[in-house]
C-alpha cells in the first residue's frame, strides 16, 4: 500500500492545505493511505474508520 502512496501526487490535495486557523490538518499522505487500507478491509463509513483508528482517537 505504501508504494501505491508514494506514487500518487499530493500536490492538488496539499493546495489547500495551511492557509486556514485552527488545528494543523493530517499528512493527505497518511490520510491517502489509511483510506485505501480502511476500504481493502472493508470498512467504508468514515464514522467506523475514525473510531478504528488510534490516530484520531488519540486526536478527538
Known amino acids: ?3 501505491v502512496v508514494e506514487e ?3 500536490e492538488a490535495i496539499e493546495v489547500g492545505y495551511g ?3 485552527g488545528r494543523p490538518p493530517f499528512d ?3 490520510m491517502t493511505a489509511l483510506l ?3 476500504y481493502g478491509a472493508g470498512v467504508y ?3 467506523r474508520i475514525f473510531a478504528s483508528s ?3 482517537a488519540s486526536a478527538a
Open 28 to 30: 493527505p499522505a497518511m
Open 1 to 3: 500500500m505504501n508504494l
Open 19 to 21: 492557509s486556514g486557523s
Open 8 to 10: 500518487l501526487d499530493p
Open 54 to 56: 488510534p490516530t484520531f
Open 45 to 47: 463509513p468514515s464514522r
Open 36 to 38: 485505501l487500507y480502511a
